[in-house]
């Protein structure tokens, strides 16, 4: 079994923690609303020091997104370690002008449905992690 | 590649997310701190459809739980479909009069740093979803 809040723990530089949001598909999104938390499970993609996500119209995640402040999570692991990077920083929903740019972040492919809207997060900060699992010490 | 946000999509019953739920140790939880989301990386149990985490004294994670709502998630996944289940409910810290019954729940083993503190997330709703994996459509 493998522990994320495991010791001894590495901080990683804000370029390896990109790196690794770089290296996967999958993350949550935290967002508050009505002081209440929210987490949706979405995939992304790394786009010029932002997370580039895409949603279909009408979807909690974009109402979600009338509290711009979120909080976003990406991790991976094997048997002998793991990282989580946490991305915190503001939300928009990109207008007119910025599809086509983010086009080319290819958050794809897609299901079966089409996702039409993209949201961006731009980060206030980021922080990463990287655990080596092992025994608790007595 | 692999999405989550995936259609089609299947909700799953509260009995299977719990066994889902199960099935894995690591999750992330969600809080909400002066209406500023926050999410930690965190191993986990099921514990009698409550989850149970263990944390170390003094963590950024035990000061979220001064507000008590959470949004938690856990997620799996293989080439042709994943799951995520969320659970919304209240997290408080373990009194010491319920540590016997925590010990029993195996958030285990542990890592080089003991961890001395238990939260439980009580759920006031669980949700899970199966994805197929698949092209967008045109």
Redesign the interface.
Same mark, same amino acid.
């Given at each position: 079994?493998? /522990?994320?809040? *495991? %010791?001894?723990v590495d901080a990683l530089t804000d370029q390896d923690s990109w790196n690794l949001l770089g290296s996967v598909?999958?993350g949550?999104l935290? /967002?508050?609303v *009505? %002081?209440?938390?929210?987490?949706?499970?979405?995939?992304f993609a790394v786009q010029q020091h932002t997370i580039l996500l895409?949603?279909a119209e009408g979807t909690k995640?974009l109402h979600a997104m009338l509290?711009e402040?979120?909080?976003?999570?990406a991790?991976g692991?094997n048997v002998e370690e793991g990282w989580?990077v946490?991305v915190?920083g503001r939300a928009y929903v990109l207008g007119a002008s910025e599809l086509v740019e983010a086009e080319r972040g290819q958050v794809?492919?897609?299901?079966?449905?089409?996702?039409d809207r993209f949201i961006r997060i731009v980060p206030i900060e980021i922080s990463g992690r990287r655990?080596?699992?092992?025994?608790?010490?007595e």
């Open positions: 079994m493998t /522990t994320f809040d *495991a %010791d001894p598909a999958l949550r935290a /967002t508050s *009505a %002081d209440r938390p929210e987490i949706f499970p979405v995939n895409r949603t995640l509290n402040y979120v909080a976003f999570e991790d692991y989580s946490i915190k794809l492919p897609w299901t079966t449905t089409v996702k655990f080596r699992f092992g025994g608790e010490s």
